[in-house]
Each structure stands twice: as C-alpha cells, then as structure tokens.
C-alpha cells in the first residue's frame, strides 16, 4: 500500500470516526429533547388541571382599573363610572365567606388611608351608599362608602359585601309598573341569599319545565341517545329554573324534592355524561353544525359561553340541593371553561381590559368574533347565582370582572333610540327576547346596586311586543 493511498483511509478514518460521534451526539441530543417534550407536556397537563379551578380570589388588574371610578368627563363610554349613590340596602349576613364576620371599616381622619376601626355588621343594619366612587386601601378589595343607618357614621364595606350579602330596600332598581307582581315571577328567597330567574317561576312555566326534564327519567331511551338529542341551553335553562324555584325558603318540602329529583335525573343522564372535559374544563356540545353570521361556520361539536354559564347555574342549584360534591365540581369545571380565552378554545375574551364571555365560541383569533348581547346579559345571572349557591368569592369575583364589560358592550351594541341590538353585525334584537332582556336588566341592577342596568331596561321597555304584554307579562 503507497503512502498517498494509506493517507486517504487514514483521513476517511478519522472523517467516519467523526461523523459516527456527530452522529451519537444528535442521537443523544434527541433523546433529550424529546425527554424535555415529554416534561413539557406533563407540565402543560399539571397546570390545566390547576387552572380548571384556579378561579381567582380578586380581579386581576386589568379588570380592576376597568372598575375604577373615572369622571365621566374622560370616559369613552358612558358606562364607565358607577351610578349607586343614595342607594339603600340591608345587610342579609355573611354569604360568600361564612366564616368571616361581616365588616364595617371607618378611617379617623378624613381622607386617610388607613382604617383604623371596624365593627361588626349584623342582619337587617341598613346602609346608605355614599357616593359613586370606588375606593383602593390597596387591601386587595376595592370599598364602597358607605353611611350606618344605626350608628350613623360614613364608612366602608367591601364591594363584595355590597354585592352579594345586601339587598336593596327602596325599589328605586326595578322599573317595572307591578315590581310586585314582577317580582313573585323571578326572585327566590333561599339560605344562600336572593336568587334570581331570567325565566318566569309562575306555576304554567314550571310545569314547563318539569315536562321538559321529563325526558331525563325515560330509561327507554339510551343515555347516548339521550344526549345527541339535547340543546345545553335549554338543559341549563330549565334545570336551573326548577332549582331556584326549589330553593325558595317558603317551597314545601314535598315540592322540594320532586323538583330535586328531576333536576338531578337531568345532572346524572345528561350533564354528568355528556360534557367534554378539556384540560380539566366542562363544556356541553352542541351536536348539529350552525352558520353564523359574517360567513362564519361552526362544525359540531361547538360550544357556547351562554349554554355553559346555565349548566353552571343548573349545577350549582343541584349541589345546593342534594349536597353532593360532584355537582359543586361540575359547576366550576363549567365555569373554569368560561375563564378559558377563546384563542385557546374556550369563552373568555377581552376587549380595551375588559373581560367578557362569548355566546359563540371558536377561535378568535384568527377568525373575528361575533359578539353577541343576550347572552352575556343572561349568562351574568347565572354566574351570580352559582356564586351564592356555592359561597365562592372566586365565582363573585368573576362576575365582578363582568359586569363592567357587559356596560360597555350595551353601549356598543344600542341605536340611537337607546333599543339593543342583537350583534357585531348590527342586527335588531329578536323582538320575542325583549321582555326577558328588559326583566334581566332589571335583576343585575337589583344584584350589582347599579342604576345603569335600570336606565336601559326603562329605554328598552319600549321594545317589548305588545303581544307578550296581553298575554300576561307583567311590565
């Protein structure tokens, strides 16, 4: 062998053991990338499952600048600044943290940031809200200032107070001309607080909607095809009417657990069995494909902000009935869904900070979503009541996160006669949902003490179909 050829071996030797390293190394390299893939997606599963009910104890600070008060001078939309001075409530009892007093907090000197003195509130102390401002002791709630009727001295309770364990005595909120008669159809005194119903609990409706559930106890039908045949809404709907009909504290007992049994047929056949689990998130399909409009086409199995918030509030009755905890995480499994962006799948979106839930949910981006006004209206209801049923201050705070951006989208979505529009496209409302939309106003003022829900249910009383009004629906 010359010299010229053994130098050739030698250097394709040496290349060969230079590739076969190169080569072991990418082998190992690869091997450890997809160890940390498979990390990755362990971590991306532990957190799904943490975030499914991590709902926060406050909002986050986005949405607590959009429920500062600004001067209506510099805001965009009129919604902007709170309208409850003047504003009488009385104090019900702790409600959503039961094992915290009721609390009442007065600064010494005026303008100070530091509340040097609290006393206890009892059930029935009467408060007059003091002025529209919110205000930040930086305590991680914002206060509502507020006079003691009985010690009359100004202080300051928690908005979640307001909100939630007080209810409003004047009547100044409804707007209705029998608020009386309006009243007995859709509020429900319970051992949670005041529940509210966006659908009439007269006797004709709940027998309604016991032959709806109904369905829910023919074992002649398989669970399956029980299932494919079911619209969320309606389910949610009916279910959580029966069950704020149910809770009411002046219900018989006998009537009680019938209801309860029919609601919780519908809980095992249906929501227990039907709902798709995403990330630890519930969310009930619709099985049938729909055309949107914009062009927009949703292929079965879609989901809906609004069907969501009623399976919430159906679940939440359920669990408040039957004690059983498997409705409690049913109930915020639905809602984890509602936390959940819409990019990703879910039905949270935001618009300039301001947290709103989707009807519609697909993924926006990149498709443009169709934002629609009823059922962010009702779904706020919904929302509300599970917060009361299930006592959890992250379930408030989410509605509290709400309710500013529902303001803004009624401004958006408004002709110039002050009458709402259906959606983005700039559609009439359906004339057949007035009277709910206009009674629905009318229960997030008496819920949030807010007097920009009674302004526009007194402007879109005008909207209701005379034909509701002769067949017997109270306005």
């Not at 990418?26 to 957190?47: C, N, P, T």
């Not at 009411?248 to 047929?265: G, I, M």
């Not at 009807?359 to 629609?372: A, D, G, H, K």
Request: hydrophobic residues 40%; charged residues 20%; aromatic residues 10%.
């Amino acid at each position: 062998m010359d010299l010229r050829r053994y130098n050739v071996i030698r250097r394709g030797l040496r290349w060969y053991r230079a590739v076969s390293q190169a080569t072991v190394a990418v082998h190992s390299l690869q091997a450890r990338i997809q160890e940390l893939e498979d990390g990755l997606l362990r971590l991306g599963d532990e957190l799904s499952r943490l975030q499914a009910f991590a709902l926060r104890a406050s909002p986050d600070p986005v949405s607590r600048a959009a429920l500062a008060a600004i001067p209506a001078s510099t805001a965009p939309f009129p919604s902007d600044r709170p309208s409850r001075k003047g504003i009488l409530v009385k104090y019900l009892g702790s409600r959503i943290c039961p094992e915290q007093p009721g609390s009442m907090w007065f600064a010494r000197a005026a303008g100070s940031p530091l509340l040097q003195e609290r006393v206890d509130l009892l059930p029935d102390d009467v408060l007059t809200v003091s002025d529209d401002d919110l205000h930040d002791f930086a305590v991680g709630t914002l206060m509502v200032k507020a006079e003691h009727g009985a010690l009359k001295r100004e202080g300051f309770i928690t908005l979640e107070t307001l909100i939630a364990e007080t209810t409003e005595v004047s009547g100044q909120l409804w707007v209705a001309g029998n608020a009386p008669g309006l009243r007995t159809l859709v509020e429900s005194e319970s051992s949670a607080g005041v529940l509210y119903s966006t659908n009439r609990l007269g006797p004709r409706e709940i027998e309604e909607t016991f032959s709806y559930l109904s369905r829910f106890s023919d074992r002649s039908v398989a669970d399956a095809d029980l299932a494919r045949d079911v619209h969320p809404l309606q389910a949610g709907a009916h279910a959580h009417r029966l069950g704020v009909w149910a809770l009411a504290n002046t219900r018989d007992p006998e009537a009680r657990a019938t209801a309860s049994r029919a609601l919780e047929n519908m809980m095992i056949r249906y929501a227990m069995q039907a709902a798709h689990t995403l990330g630890g998130r519930h969310a009930w399909p619709y099985n049938f494909d729909f055309s949107m409009p914009w062009g927009t086409k949703l292929k079965a199995p879609w989901y809906s902000g609004y069907a969501n918030s009623a399976m919430a509030g159906a679940a939440a009755c359920a669990f408040r009935l039957t004690g059983k905890e498997e409705y409690r995480d049913a109930a915020l499994g639905a809602i984890a869904f509602l936390r959940w962006p819409l990019e990703d799948g879910g039905a949270a979106y935001t618009v300039d900070g301001y947290a709103h839930v989707a009807e519609y949910c697909y993924r926006s981006p990149p498709i443009p979503n169709y934002r629609v006004l009823d059922g962010e209206i009702c779904s706020l209801v919904y929302l509300y009541n599970a917060a009361l049923l299930l006592a959890d201050p992250r379930v408030l705070s989410f509605c509290m996160d709400l309710q500013p951006g529902l303001l803004r989208l009624m401004d958006l979505l408004s002709r110039p006669d002050g009458q709402p529009l259906f959606g983005m496209d700039g559609q009439p409302m359906n004339p057949g949902y007035m009277w709910q939309l206009w009674v629905t106003l009318q229960l997030l003022a008496n819920i949030f003490k807010e007097r920009r829900f009674s302004q526009r249910a007194r402007a879109w009383a005008a909207g209701i179909p005379q034909s509701d009004v002769e067949n017997g629906f109270p306005v």
